[in-house]
């Protein structure tokens, strides 16, 4: 398992050529795989190009995003329901001209914390509209990752349970889930279980300390989680996420109220992060092969 992505806001919140350029760069210079794009408005950035630069520079992408209020597909206002549904379909072409197959994130109802919870009609809209996009995104090889996030970010899917049954209703093979271990630690009851429990269904996997700085700073139990990773066969992309006052998007710093700076070398943070989620994984590997070795007699 070597495929280590990193989201793009550890090195800049705008979408800039010259910021792009700087994100792919610094993401190949230290060993990265894939780089993370927080949706990106098309019409503010040249699309062609970024594909272009992706590509020369040998990177994967995916796309993550969460559906605003007013494009909500769990709303019982038909005319937010559509345009969310629009939104879904741009941001699988904008994934697609990427170059990408991921589509990541919040997908299945707004971002943010809700004052009441999920009705079987909310979930039955969502199951209905997602399992639409996700046929026509079939047409583009994209699949669509739901991001299983806490209580404060989203009333409908905050454990992978959760996220199994919703996938279960849409019937579609190219819905899959997004964790995360950040807010795994919060939801569930054991990540590790969670994850050995959710195995062939993980399309993509955040990892992220439980304050949002340098990994292993925090108090999730890593070890565990690459060792759930390593147990199922997981071998797609594990990316690190991190956030920090140093770097600001509004809307998503608001959203997950990011109001401490963890960091001011996004270099270092980087480099670490890629350091420890390869040592992790390479010595869960060797635990389970040491596990199965029968060392009999020679």
């Known amino acids: 398992m070597s495929k280590l992505g990193i989201h793009s806001f550890v090195w800049s919140a705008g979408s800039s050529r010259d910021e792009l350029e700087r994100a792919l760069q ?58 969310g549904e629009a939104i879904l379909d741009n941001a699988v072409k904008l994934v697609r001209d990427l170059g990408g197959t991921k589509l990541a994130g919040i997908l299945n109802s707004s971002h943010g914390k809700q004052e009441k919870g999920p009705t079987r009609k909310a979930w039955d809209t ?22 299983i996030v806490n209580r404060f970010e989203s009333n409908m899917l905050n454990t992978a349970a959760q996220g199994l049954a919703f996938i279960a209703d849409t019937g579609a093979s190219n819905v899959l889930l997004h964790l995360d271990t950040f807010h795994m630690n919060i939801e569930e009851a054991d990540v590790g279980l969670a994850i050995r429990h959710a195995a062939d269904k993980i399309g993509y996997i955040h990892i992220g ?57 996004n270099v270092e943070l980087a480099d670490h992060a890629r350091r420890f989620i390869s040592l992790g994984l390479e010595t869960a590997k060797r635990k389970a092969e040491l596990v199965a070795a029968p060392h009999t007699p020679g």
């Open 26 to 83: 610094k993401t190949h210079d230290l060993g990265y795989n894939l780089i993370e794009f927080s949706y990106l408005d098309p019409k503010q950035v040249d699309v062609d190009w970024l594909a272009k630069r992706i590509a020369s520079l040998n990177l994967s992408v995916s796309v993550s995003m969460g559906l605003p209020q007013e494009g909500d597909i769990s709303s019982e206002d038909a005319s937010i329901v559509k345009n």
């Open 126 to 147: 969502s199951v209905s509209t997602l399992t639409k996009v996700a046929e026509r995104a079939k047409g583009s090889d994209v699949t669509l990752n739901l991001e």
């Open 209 to 265: 300390e439980s304050h949002r700085g340098f990994l292993g700073t925090g108090n999730i139990n890593f070890a565990a989680i690459f060792d759930a990773l390593v147990a199922i066969g997981y071998d797609d992309y594990v990316t690190f996420e991190s956030f920090s006052t140093a770097i600001v998007d509004e809307d998503l710093s608001l959203k997950t109220a990011i109001w401490r700076n963890l960091w001011t070398d």
